[in-house]
């Protein structure tokens, strides 16, 4: 998994209340088990005309917006069902920070596995960063994760809370296998005592 430090980008507003994940990867697109090839699908209803055509008015479609790597977004993202194809898909068209006043539980600790930074801040913090972000592509926001802050392209900086094992499993770009890794010498010890202590099991 891909380390998350410090990112400075374009940042999308959706100031869209309780985007489900169905919303942001529908459910014709969870046939696939790879986490790759699923950016072009990330808010297909919303971003394509039913004759497969891009539909001009949805934020990712206009040119600002194409390279967005953070999306500003409305309460409750992330909630419906719980699938993991929704954080894989943001991933795999770049996007690798979603900042919300709150998001459902599951897709919220599904962007922890796989790389994305979700962001939880005040209404009133929000309300500054979605007008940060409707500037376009001038106004880019820098998210630094070891500092936990991000910075508005006027200077302005706001300061997140995160937990703190969950910080550092993005620092560090260690997935659940890459935990598990991680505590491999105890593991092997541990094996060990238990072939000499219990050599019938």
Same mark, same amino acid.
């Given at each position: 998994?891909? $380390? ?6 374009? #940042? #999308? ?13 529908? =459910? ?5 088990? $790879? ?6 699908? +990330? ?8 004759d ?18 953070i ?9 419906? @069902? ?8 943001? *991933? ?7 900042? @919300?006043t ?8 599904n962007?922890f596995?796989n790389?994305? +930074?979700?962001? =939880?801040v005040?209404?009133?913090e929000? #309300?500054? +960063? ?8 001038n106004?880019? *926001?820098?998210v630094d994760?070891?500092s936990?802050?991000? =910075? ?5 900086t706001i300061?997140?809370d995160i ?8 620092l $560090? ?5 890459? +935990?598990?890794m991680? =505590? ?8 060990s005592?238990? #072939? ?6």
């Open positions: 998994m891909e $380390k998350f430090t410090s990112l400075t980008g374009v #940042a #999308a507003p959706m100031p869209i209340i309780n985007v489900d994940t169905d919303m942001i990867i529908p =459910k014709q697109y969870l046939k696939t088990i $790879k986490r790759t090839g699923l950016g072009t699908a +990330l808010f297909a209803e919303m971003r394509y005309n039913e497969g055509s891009e539909n001009p008015d949805f934020v990712l479609n206009k040119p600002a917006y194409r390279n967005a790597q999306v500003v977004a409305g309460d409750n993202f992330g909630c419906g @069902s719980s699938r993991e194809h929704a954080p894989w898909a943001l *991933l795999d068209f770049g996007i690798r920070c979603v900042i @919300s709150s998001f459902a539980d599951i897709f919220y600790n962007c596995k790389g994305i +930074l979700p962001i =939880k005040s209404e009133d929000l #309300a500054k +960063l979605m007008d940060d972000a409707e500037r376009g592509a106004a880019t *926001l820098t994760l070891e936990q802050t991000i =910075k508005g392209p006027d200077g302005g300061v997140f937990d703190p094992a969950r910080k550092e499993v993005l $560090k770009g260690l997935d659940d296998i890459g +935990l598990t991680e =505590k491999a010498p105890k593991i092997a010890s541990f094996e005592k238990m #072939a000499e202590s219990r050599p019938w099991i």
